[in-house]
């Protein structure tokens, strides 16, 4: 009972020997006997090959996917046993391309989960405001907008302010920056570091992008297959010998727009 | 040029009774589509998630299109309660008719929005009931009613037929000028129902734009 409320206080979201597979004939296997903490406060990067199963590892934490083995906790409480809207409203999430609603503004994509969760006109018009300050773009200019009168830097501000909105203690985001041109792209990494310095929340974010991971992760999870291959902070990573990592790193040298 | 005079005396001698057909044809096209959206556009939120019944009820709404208007107005007439003469029969062929365009469009309006809005709107934890009436519908809204529109010129079109079953409209002068061989009646029937075709499909068209989004 002890050790129970003491791993709710230390990690926010615990994988204890989660597999998944897709529920067909093939029952292909997705993730395989992941085991993994997340303490509260870490940016926590999910590295790995398309396919290696992280966009899975994220859809397990916020219970749009269930594991087939093992538990997946949220707060202490496995994402079965949670009401997933519940949960979902308490976990910020953000997509390539943003996936903003297309028919609503800015500030009512920004302002989504708070009129949800029924905050009041003016409460959630206040906290639009603070959002879109907070990632740079001026409420008077942008609120107004629909989505398609944005650059594509815009639409991903806009993301991120909407999965902020309802303060979540959890963020996850799902290769956020990988549609975007290198310069935008290092302007929003640089941006979110500092912001995700300054709001203290737990974040989980998946990359195949070795150098993301080391300039935004306070530790990098390198997935192969579906398992955790290796996972250490960034300084530390960069000297493992593993092949996986190995690979990526060799990546380094030859991605397009090195300039490190 | 004497056709031409001869129909424009033809029209002003009997204005009343054009004017009256064609408020009887419009009468017959708008309970139609009424009742065709309001089976079609719930239907095709229904069958969105359900493959199986979107299979079938798409195949059944096809069928009903693929018979010859004349045949499905002379089918239903022995029918018990929907059938015999008069509007009430050419109601139900006309709603069978409307029923594939609206089903079809409302089906792939719904199904063809960007999977990462749908996914979004899941993760931020909305409830599949607010997905569909707060995303899915809205940006559906336009295809839907270009289906709308589509099944409403398709109506106005097979109403004419209707006249053959008793039910009035503008198809009355169209039979009896056939039968009279007379191109003024054949004309009364046919340019008013062309005329409200077009413009059904001017001002649907309008509607459509205005709910466009993107």
């Known amino acids: 009972?002890?050790?129970?409320?003491?791993?709710?206080?230390?990690?926010?979201?615990?994988?204890?020997?989660?597999?998944?597979?897709?529920?067909?004939?093939?029952?292909?296997?997705?993730?395989?006997?992941?085991?993994?903490?997340?303490?509260?406060?870490?940016?926590?990067?999910?590295?790995?090959?398309?396919?290696?199963?992280?966009?899975?590892?994220?859809?397990?934490?916020?219970?749009?996917?269930?594991?087939?083995?093992?538990?997946?906790?949220?707060?202490?409480?496995?994402?079965?046993?949670?009401?997933p809207i519940r949960l979902r409203r308490g976990i910020g999430y953000v997509i390539q391309e943003a996936g903003l609603f297309p028919h609503f503004t800015v500030a009512e994509n920004v302002g989504l989960v708070p009129t949800l969760e029924k905050w009041g006109r003016c409460r959630t018009a206040a906290r639009v405001g603070e959002l879109l300050r907070l990632v740079g773009l001026d409420p008077a200019?942008?609120?107004?907008?629909?989505?398609?009168?944005?650059?594509?830097?815009?639409?991903?501000?806009?993301g991120v302010a909407r999965a902020l909105a309802a303060d979540p203690p959890i963020l996850l985001m799902d290769e956020p920056f990988g549609a975007l041109d290198p310069v935008t792209r290092a302007e929003l990494q640089r941006e979110f570091r500092a912001l995700a310095q300054r709001l203290q929340k737990t974040i989980v974010f998946v990359t195949h992008d070795l150098r993301e991971a080391l300039l935004l992760a306070s530790r990098i999870v390198l997935l192969e297959a579906g398992r955790i291959v290796a996972a250490a902070p960034p300084e530390e990573f960069l000297r493992l010998e593993h092949p996986e990592v190995r690979a990526f790193v060799a990546s380094l040298g030859t991605a397009p727009g090195a300039t490190v | 040029m004497n056709a031409t005079s001869s129909y424009w005396s033809f029209l002003t001698e009997h204005r009343e009774e054009v004017w009256s057909a064609t408020a009887d044809h419009m009468t017959l096209v708008v309970?139609?589509?009424?009742?065709?959206?309001?089976?079609?556009?719930?239907?095709?939120?229904?069958?969105?998630?359900?493959?199986?019944?979107?299979a079938v009820s798409i195949s059944i709404a096809n069928i009903f299109q693929t018979i010859p208007s004349l045949a499905l107005f002379g089918l239903l007439i022995p029918i018990p309660f929907i059938g015999?003469?008069?509007?009430?029969?050419?109601?139900?062929?006309?709603?069978?008719?409307?029923?594939?365009?609206?089903?079809?469009?409302?089906?792939?309006?719904?199904?063809?929005?960007?999977?990462?809005?749908?996914?979004?709107?899941?993760?931020?934890?909305?409830?599949?009931?607010?997905?569909?009436?707060?995303?899915?519908?809205?940006?559906?809204?336009?295809?839907?009613?270009?289906?709308i529109r589509t099944a409403t010129i398709?109506?106005?079109?097979?109403?004419?037929?209707?006249?053959?079953?008793?039910?009035?409209?503008?198809?009355?002068?169209?039979?009896?000028?056939?039968?009279?061989?007379?191109?003024?009646?054949?004309?009364?029937?046919?340019?008013?129902?062309?005329?409200?075709?077009?413009?059904?499909?001017?001002?649907?068209?309008?509607?459509?734009?205005?709910?466009?989004?993107?």
Not at chain 1, 17 to 31: A, K
Not at chain 1, 145 to 150: G, I, K, Q, S
Not at chain 1, 152 to 157: A, C, L, S
């Open chain 2, 31 to 54: 309970i139609a589509m009424l009742i065709a959206i309001v089976i079609a556009v719930p239907l095709g939120m229904f069958i969105v998630q359900r493959p199986a019944l979107r």
């Open chain 1, 141 to 158: 200019e942008f609120a107004d907008r629909r989505p398609r009168e944005l650059s594509g830097g815009q639409r991903q501000r806009v």
């Open chain 1, 1 to 83: 009972m002890n050790a129970k409320i003491k791993n709710f206080s230390q990690n926010l979201i615990e994988f204890r020997d989660v597999s998944f597979h897709i529920n067909d004939i093939l029952r292909r296997v997705v993730i395989s006997e992941v085991s993994l903490a997340v303490p509260v406060g870490e940016t926590l990067v999910l590295l790995g090959r398309s396919g290696s199963g992280k966009t899975t590892l994220l859809r397990l934490i916020n219970a749009m996917l269930l594991p087939s083995q093992g538990q997946v906790l949220v707060q202490g409480r496995s994402t079965g046993e949670w009401d």
């Open chain 2, 154 to 214: 398709i109506t106005i079109g097979v109403a004419t037929i209707a006249a053959e079953i008793g039910a009035g409209g503008l198809g009355t002068f169209i039979f009896r000028g056939v039968a009279l061989v007379s191109d003024s009646l054949i004309l009364a029937g046919a340019v008013p129902a062309a005329l409200l075709a077009l413009l059904a499909d001017f001002l649907l068209g309008l509607l459509e734009r205005r709910l466009r989004v993107v």
């Open chain 2, 84 to 147: 015999g003469i008069g509007r009430r029969t050419a109601i139900v062929a006309l709603v069978l008719y409307a029923l594939l365009p609206i089903l079809r469009n409302t089906y792939v309006g719904l199904s063809g929005i960007d999977s990462a809005v749908l996914e979004a709107a899941e993760a931020m934890g909305m409830t599949s009931g607010q997905i569909l009436f707060r995303v899915r519908f809205p940006l559906a809204l336009s295809v839907i009613l270009a289906g």
